[in-house]
C-alpha cells in the first residue's frame, strides 16, 4: 500500500476501513501552477517547480480582488493535499455549521513541495533534485498564494504532524499573515533524538539498500530490503500501545497483525528517492529560539499516545507559553484515539477548535 501519509497518516493504515465514500474529494477542485525560477534555500535552482493544489468553496474576493476567506491545510510527511479532504477529517469540519464550513471558508490544501502531484524527485531529476528543507516548502506555499491564488492574509493555516512545523516556520516568516493557526501533532524543537533516529533508519534503509545504486534504482520495489525497514519504522512510529494491545492482545495475535500491516504497506512500494528527501527535509527546522515572536492566536494539540512525540518531551506546555495568544491541549491516550495519526481523525478536536475559533472570530 503507497502510504497516503508516511508519518501523519499512519493510523489509516491500521486502524481504517478504506473509505467507501470521499464526498471531500469529490467536491474538492484541483489546480496546477508553475512557479517560475524556483531558488532553494541552500542555493540550488530550478527553471519551474510545479505545485499542485485542492480547493473546497468558493472564494470570496475583497476590493482589490485578492481571496479573503482561505484557509490553508498542510499535510503531513510522505502525504497529499487529499490526505486533509478524507472523511476521518473533513467529516467533522467542513459540513455547514462546522468549524470549517465550505459555505464560509476556502480550504486550499496544497500538495507540498516533493509530495504528491507538486515537484519531486521521482519525477525524472532522481536525486539530482534540488536538496528542499521546510523553508523551501514553505516557500512554496507562499509563492502559489501570493502569485496564483491571489491571497493576502489567510483565515487560518491548520497543519497537521510536518505541516504543522510548517505552521511554526509561516508564524516567524510570515507573521500575521494567518490571522490564526492551528498546530496538530507535532514540537517546537529541534528535529533530533528519536525522532531523527527514525528518520535515519528510513534514510540509511534505503541509501544502504544494494539496489538504491545512488538513486539510479530501476523499480522501487526491488529495494526489499530498504522497503521493509520502512515498514517496520513506519508501524512502530504510528502506533497506538493502547489500541494495539486490545486489537492484538495475544503473541500470535500481534505477530499475525504485525504482518499483515507490513504486508500492506509493501504492497505498494514507496518511491526510495521521494522517501529520502521527505524524511531529511526538517534538518534545518528549530523554531524554539524565537516563539515569542509569534503573536497570532495559536491552538496547539498533541496527543497522548503519539510516538512522534511524547507527552513532555520538549515541554510543550511551557513552550506555548512563550506565545502570547497561545493554548496547548493534550489529548489523553485511549483505545480509541490513533497514536499519532491522532490529528488527522478530527472528531478528537473538533470542540477544541470551536471554541478556539468563538474565543477569536
Known sequence: MRLACLLSLLATIFFNNPATANDWNNLAEQHTFELQDFTFHNGETLPSVTMNVYTLGEPRRDEAGNISNAVMLLHGTGGSGLSLLRPSFGDQLFGPGQPLDIERYYIISPD???????????????????????????????????EDLQVRQLEMIVGTSMGCMHSFIWGLDHPRFARRLVKLACNAIEIAGRNL???????????????YANGNYRDAADLALGQQIFANAIIMAGSNPYRLQAQ?????????????????????????????????????????????????????????????????????EQLAQRMPNAEFVLIPASEETRGHGTHTHSVFWTKELSDFLSRYP
Open 248 to 316: 492484538a492482545p495475544t503473541r500470535a495475535e500481534a505477530i499475525e497483525y504485525l504482518r499483515d500491516s507490513v504486508d500492506r504497506i509493501l504492497a505498494r512500494a514507496a518511491d526510495p528517492n521521494d522517501t529520502i528527501y521527505q524524511f531529511g527535509s526538517s534538518r534545518h527546522y528549530d523554531p524554539s529560539s524565537r516563539l515569542e515572536q509569534i503573536t497570532v492566536p495559536v491552538l496547539w494539540i498533541n496527543s497522548a499516545d503519539d510516538f512522534i512525540n511524547p507527552p513532555g518531551l520538549g515541554n510543550p
Open 197 to 211: 533516529m527514525l528518520r535515519q533508519m528510513v534514510i540509511d534503509g534505503f541509501e544502504n539498500d544494494p539496489a
Open 112 to 146: 507540498n513541495l516533493g509530495h504528491g502531484d507538486s515537484s519531486k524527485p521521482s519525477d525524472g531529476l532522481r536525486a539530482a533534485f534540488p536538496r528542499y528543507d521546510y523553508d523551501d516548502m514553505v516557500l512554496a506555499q507562499y509563492r502559489v498564494l501570493t
